[in-house]
């Protein structure tokens, strides 16, 4: 139990051009979901934390217009990079969990971004 | 400075070996401790949960926390090839509203 999924795994893209990564919790419910950038060697880094129905909670310095979040589902959460640059070039991980604590949110496999 | 300080690696042992990886952190308000397993390209796993210093035994895997020092570890006996990964060191404060993760060590344990 307690799988979540990611799609697309790796995503090739032009810069200017936007993004969509979906998350999905395959056999449960989740009311929070988290999403995580991991650069080459670096530390996972909160981004938002997203919970179902409402607006996404963006860390600061994360750019919300750039990082549209949408949490439609108790299942499905998704991250459009809009107008993608090579800096964004990134692994994108999301979580998700059912009592919106993190101590007990489930990671995805990550979708791996390469903007050219 | 870093809220939490984790040595990157990458820690070469043979396998067998007892595999010792340490966290540092600066902020007390710290009262949450989580050790994650990551495999390349993969989500990270949690691994141990605790949240009182001393130890907490799970098979192969011990974690311990020194809250006064704040120092935490995670010690792995008769480490297997299987087990090289990226370990992430994760603590959340009492708020809990997210998880700060360390850097994370690279370990290889070779046959």
């Known amino acids: 139990g307690a799988v979540v999924s990611q799609h697309p795994s790796w995503v090739i893209c032009k810069s200017g051009t936007s993004v969509k990564i979906e998350c999905r919790s395959l056999d449960f419910q989740a009311t929070t979901m988290f999403w995580y950038r991991q650069f080459p060697k670096q530390s996972l880094m909160l981004m938002a934390t997203s919970n179902e129905g409402s607006k996404a909670t963006y860390e600061q310095g994360v750019e919300k217009d750039k990082f549209l979040i949408n949490h439609a589902s108790l299942t499905l959460s998704t991250l459009t990079v809009t107008s993608a640059h090579p800096e964004d070039s990134s692994f994108y991980i999301c979580?998700?969990?059912?009592?919106?604590?993190?101590?007990?949110?489930?990671f995805g496999p990550g979708t791996r971004l390469t903007v050219l | 400075q870093k809220e939490v300080e984790q040595d990157p690696g990458p820690l070469s042992v043979p396998e067998g070996a007892i595999v010792s990886l340490n966290c540092t952190y600066s902020n007390s308000a710290f009262q949450y401790f989580m050790w994650y397993r990551q495999y390349s390209r993969k989500g990270p796993e949690l691994l141990m949960y605790t949240y009182s210093s001393g130890n907490k035994e799970d098979g192969r895997f011990t974690a311990q926390v020194d809250k006064s020092s704040k120092y935490i570890s995670l010690f792995i006996r008769d480490s297997q090839p299987s087990d090289s990964a990226t370990y992430l060191c994760a603590l959340g404060d009492t708020g809990f509203q997210k998880l700060v993760f360390g850097t994370g060590t690279r370990l290889l344990v070779s046959p």
């Open positions: 979580s998700a969990t059912t009592s919106g604590r993190p101590d007990t949110q489930y």
